[in-house]
Each structure stands twice: as structure tokens, then as C-alpha cells.
């Protein structure tokens, strides 16, 4: 069995992640983690680089959902003109509300990835549905003591994928 952390792809940044990319692995859907992975906690709304990989993955063909740990009142803030389905509080490493919003998008395990910034959440949850996990470091990290152990928890793994896939950044 796969371990439930280890991811199946490592980019730096969400928008290195293309949609000839995501074709070429016949994605239809990605489930999105926000913070840390789309933006920083701190930023409350969209940039316009967030807004142009989103219309980048609708005209592929492929749509996009919010996954998150978060609370409401953020998610729909954030979500407010990008529009897409979001669920929030979403309890993950547990897969519900991943298997929720593939049966709402339609699409299936072959045809969906989970996209994140934590091992413990994102690519657990990722991996325990089946998906496709793509993770990329976060942007601005909570530096408090939970967090710390959190990522610290992570560096083993990450280390691992980065030796077996020849990445050094």
C-alpha cells in the first residue's frame, strides 16, 4: 500500500502546475486545498495570478473545487468572485468532503488530484481517496508551535520524493 503522505508530484508553485499537464494525466477535476497552497492566510481575496490559472484550467476543460480545513466566512470571502464549488471545514486528513465534491463535479478517482501544501492533511486525505496528490510548499507558513511540528513531522517524507525524483529545491 502507498503511504498516505508521500505525494504523487511536487511542484514549487500552483501555477507551474499547467493544464497540459493535467490533461496529459487525464485530470477533469483538481480538489484544492487555499491556504498556503492558492494564498497566503493573510490574503483574504484572489490575486489576479490565482484568477488567470483557474480560467487556464476552465478553458482545458478541467473544473475546480475548494478543499478546506478553514472556516466559512473565509472560504466564501475568498471564493466570492472565483465562484467554483467550496467546501469548507471539510475535516481533512478525513476523504468525505473529497468524495463529496467529486460526486458533485461528476468526476471519479481516475479523473480527479488533490492539490495542497501539507502532507498531513492534504496528501493524507489525497491518498486515502484514491487521487492523484500534488503538493506544493507553502507559501507563508504559520510559524506557531503546532505548525512547526507539523512540517517537521513532513520533512522526512518530502526528502524522500525530492531524492527519488531528483528535485533540489
Not at 38 to 64: C, F, M, N, T
Not at 85 to 100: E, T
Request: no cysteine.
Amino acid at each position: 500500500m502507498k503511504h498516505l503522505l508521500m505525494p504523487h508530484y511536487m511542484f514549487k508553485t500552483y501555477d507551474e502546475i499547467t493544464p497540459e499537464f493535467l490533461t496529459s494525466l487525464g485530470v477533469k477535476a483538481v480538489l484544492s486545498d487555499v491556504d498556503n497552497t492558492l494564498a497566503p492566510y493573510e490574503q483574504p481575496e484572489p490575486d489576479e495570478r490565482l484568477h488567470g490559472w483557474v480560467e487556464g484550467l476552465a478553458k482545458a476543460g478541467i473544473s475546480i473545487a475548494f478543499i478546506s480545513n478553514n472556516d466559512g466566512e473565509r472560504i466564501e470571502l475568498f471564493n466570492r468572485t472565483l465562484g467554483v464549488p467550496a467546501y469548507w471545514k471539510s475535516g481533512k486528513p478525513f476523504k468525505k468532503s473529497l468524495l463529496h465534491a467529486m460526486k458533485d463535479l461528476g468526476t471519479d478517482q481516475s479523473n480527479t488530484v488533490m492539490l495542497g501544501d501539507q502532507l498531513l492533511t492534504d496528501a493524507w486525505a489525497g491518498n486515502a481517496a484514491g487521487l492523484k496528490v500534488i503538493i506544493v510548499p507553502p507559501i507563508r507558513d504559520k510559524r506557531n508551535l503546532f505548525f512547526r511540528f507539523k512540517r517537521w513531522l513532513e520533512i522526512p517524507t518530502v526528502k524522500r520524493f525530492k531524492k527519488k525524483h531528483g528535485i533540489d529545491w
